[in-house]
């Protein structure tokens, strides 16, 4: 069994990377040549591992009965949850960047 410093680094290091690629789709979100769902997918994979890690933990805890929490783990947690939360809001301002941009694309035709 991995210890729980190193599955908290490994549930912190995952969720940021969730992160990072969140916002990079988003960004490319707003180009209407970049496609934001390959930066989602790694998003999603980045998350799944970190919510593996999570599980085992968790897992360990019921098996075991220790329940002694630390803060870092406390911190992983928040940070797997908040990648949770980017990744749900960040899917839905993506589809509304898109309609955005379909909208922009059909003003620049109606011009023509």
Same mark, same amino acid.
Request: aromatic share 4%; proline share 3%; net charge negative.
């Given at each position: 069994?991995k210890g729980l =410093?190193?599955?908290s680094?490994? *549930? *912190?290091?995952?969720?940021g990377?969730?992160? #990072?690629e969140?916002?990079?789709a *988003?960004?490319d979100?707003? @180009? #209407?040549?970049?496609d934001?769902?390959? &930066?989602?997918k790694d998003?999603k994979?980045e &998350?799944?591992? $970190?919510?593996?890690?999570?599980?085992k933990v968790?897992?360990?805890? $019921?098996? +075991?009965g220790?329940?002694n929490?630390?803060?870092?783990?406390?911190?992983a =947690?928040d940070?797997?949850?908040?990648?949770?939360?980017?990744?749900?809001l960040?899917?839905?301002? *993506?589809? +509304?960047?898109s309609?955005?941009n379909?909208l922009?694309?059909?003003?620049r035709?109606?011009k @023509?």
């Amino acid at each position: 069994m991995k210890g729980l =410093e190193e599955s908290s680094f490994e *549930i *912190i290091s995952h969720s940021g990377q969730a992160k #990072t690629e969140i916002m990079a789709a *988003i960004a490319d979100s707003r @180009d #209407t040549v970049k496609d934001p769902q390959p &930066l989602l997918k790694d998003a999603k994979e980045e &998350l799944k591992k $970190a919510q593996n890690v999570h599980l085992k933990v968790i897992s360990d805890f $019921a098996k +075991t009965g220790k329940s002694n929490i630390d803060p870092l783990y406390m911190h992983a =947690e928040d940070q797997m949850i908040t990648a949770e939360t980017f990744l749900d809001l960040a899917t839905e301002l *993506i589809k +509304t960047n898109s309609e955005i941009n379909k909208l922009k694309q059909e003003k620049r035709n109606n011009k @023509d």
